[in-house]
């Protein structure tokens, strides 16, 4: 079958009228796609950031509860030493603050109970969903009971990680 040349030519801009649409429709389209993408990465984050979190939570109720003391620094504070080792076991621990207490604050021998939490600044990647996760802080608090008699009571209280 003979084509008229005329044909042809109104087939190759139908074409070329679609392509532009196609780019129209992309371009319209594109930044609801990015912005979808971005809310799962950056929610995926802090979602990531507050699992840490309550991780090193439980990390450092079991280090108090079992009255943790590395051999090889005695001579050092027991709190601070089992705070930096909580920090250790936290991703990031620049921001982030362990405190312990006791529920009784006369008591420190085993069977007593003890609480510790972790809270840190939610760090954000891309920054554009600000408003929503401002408010958010990843804490965590454990309520534990003493296996041994705790030689860290001396300085309980909030600290920094180191």
């Known amino acids: 079958m003979y084509m008229r040349g005329g044909n042809r030519r109104m087939k190759e801009r139908s074409k070329r009228k679609q392509r532009g649409a196609v780019a129209v429709e992309f371009a319209l389209v594109s930044p609801l796609l990015f912005l979808v993408l971005f ?3 950056e929610f995926g984050w802090t979602f ?21 003391q ?11 030493l ?15 603050r362990v405190e312990l207490t006791f529920i009784s604050a006369t008591d420190v021998d085993a069977g007593d109970l003890a ?9 954000q990647l891309t920054g554009f969903f600000g408003p929503v996760l401002d408010s958010i802080l990843p804490s965590s608090e454990v309520e534990f009971r003493l296996e041994r008699r705790a030689t860290w009571a001396e300085s309980v209280g909030k ?4």
């Open 82 to 96: 089992m705070i930096a080792e909580v920090c250790t076991r936290l991703e990031d621990s620049s921001t982030s």
């Open 39 to 41: 809310a799962i990465i």
């Open 115 to 123: 609480k510790v939490r972790v809270e840190r600044d939610l760090e």
């Open 48 to 68: 990531s950031q507050i699992l840490d979190t309550r991780h090193a939570t439980r990390e450092a109720a079991r280090l108090a509860a079992v009255n943790f």
């Open 159 to 162: 600290q920094a990680c180191p």
């Open 70 to 80: 590395p051999t090889a620094d005695l001579g050092k504070d027991q709190t601070d």
